[in-house]
């Protein structure tokens, strides 16, 4: 649905993107995760047909953002991480004319704007004039006027700043919603914790290149994290994980450790094995979901010193 080859964007004194490559299939939600400046609003306003990369070429549902701009409009819809809303008309009016610029038919504009309204939770405010909303509201109605007209992808920056916790779990529904009924979603956001709600994958992109693109909570598929927690501490618990090869510690103390091992069951099977056979009160040993945060500070750091 969204393919990236090659895409290198430069503003007059900063490249923002060097060589970006992926592919996105329908229906996923990725989330689009990096350090401030790292490239991601550059990113979606190029994928948005709003920005031309320098070199490399960018198409949506098979639409090239470079050879049809227009075309890729009518594909997706695009929520920028500073829109503004017209202050003085109503949320309808704003759904309105939401509706005829992303190409509504006309007889078909007044369900569209009830069905949106619906879906972002504000049936009860198409009266209200949008410069009187608070910020959460005006986020929702941000969101209800980038999807009234039924796009295919769905560009999303920062769409949950400014949302309390009930809003930000409606949003997280309103989502995964869409994914299921075929909406491609790429979202930008630093809040990893509620990325990893609703994201079926990750992009993580630094100084502007890619750095990895993969399954939340399978950034690694091939390892797995074991939590491990002994009923009676012992200090031998560190030197037994330290002695053995197949795995890496993450942290470990006298009665509880993280570590890492192949995700062969086989191997964890040895692992516990041993552990109990040196006579430690092994009371859990249970794999973890790594959480989208740790993934992704454990990744910075592993590109800090130099790591693959
Ligand atoms: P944030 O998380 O802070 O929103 P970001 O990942 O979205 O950051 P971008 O806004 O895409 O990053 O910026 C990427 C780089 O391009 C940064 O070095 C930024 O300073 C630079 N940049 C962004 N917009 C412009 C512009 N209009 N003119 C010049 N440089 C720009």
């Known amino acids: 649905m969204i393919v990236a080859e090659a895409v290198t964007y430069e503003y007059p004194s900063v490249r923002a993107l060097t060589d970006v490559s992926f592919s996105v299939e329908a229906g996923a939600i990725v989330a689009l995760i990096g350090p401030n400046g790292a490239g991601k609003t550059t990113l979606l306003r190029c994928l948005a047909a709003l920005e031309r990369p320098y070199s490399g070429h960018i198409t ?19 929520l920028s991480d500073f829109f503004g809303v017209y202050e003085d008309l109503t949320v309808r ?22 069905r949106t309204a619906e879906r972002v939770e504000l049936a009860d405010r198409l009266e209200t004039v949008a410069g009187t909303l608070s910020r959460g509201l005006r986020q929702r109605l941000g969101i209800g006027q ?10 999303l920056d920062e769409p949950a700043s400014g949302l309390d916790p009930e809003a930000r779990h409606s949003l997280s529904q ?34 502007g290149r890619l750095v990895q693109h993969g399954p939340v909570g399978g950034a690694d598929v091939e390892t797995v994290r074991v939590r491990l927690d002994l009923s009676e501490p012992s200090d031998q618990l560190v ?23 192949p995700a062969d069951p086989e191997v964890r099977q040895s692992v516990l094995q041993r552990l109990i056979s040196e006579g430690l009160a092994v009371s859990g040993f249970a794999v973890e979901k790594e959480r989208l945060q740790e993934s992704y500070l454990s990744f910075v750091e592993n590109l800090d010193e130099g790591k693959p």
């Not at 098979?62 to 890729?72: L, M, N, W, Y």
């Not at 030197?239 to 197949?246: D, H, R, V, Y």
């Open 146 to 155: 980038a999807m009234i007209h039924g796009p295919s992808t769905l560009l």
């Open 93 to 114: 009016q704003c759904l309105h004319y939401a509706a005829m610029a992303g190409g509504v038919e006309t007889g078909a504009v007044k369900a569209a704007i009830s």
């Open 174 to 207: 309103l989502l995964k919603g869409l994914s299921q009924e075929g909406t491609t979603l790429m979202v930008s956001s630093h809040i990893l914790s509620e990325l990893e709600d609703y994201a079926t994958e990750v992009i993580f992109i630094r100084e």
């Open 60 to 78: 949506i549902d098979g639409v090239s953002t470079e050879a049809d701009p227009r075309g890729v409009h009518r594909k997706i819809g695009y």
């Open 239 to 261: 030197q037994s994980l330290e002695a053995m090869a197949e795995i890496t510690v993450d942290e470990a103390g006298p009665s509880s450790a993280i570590i890492r091992m």
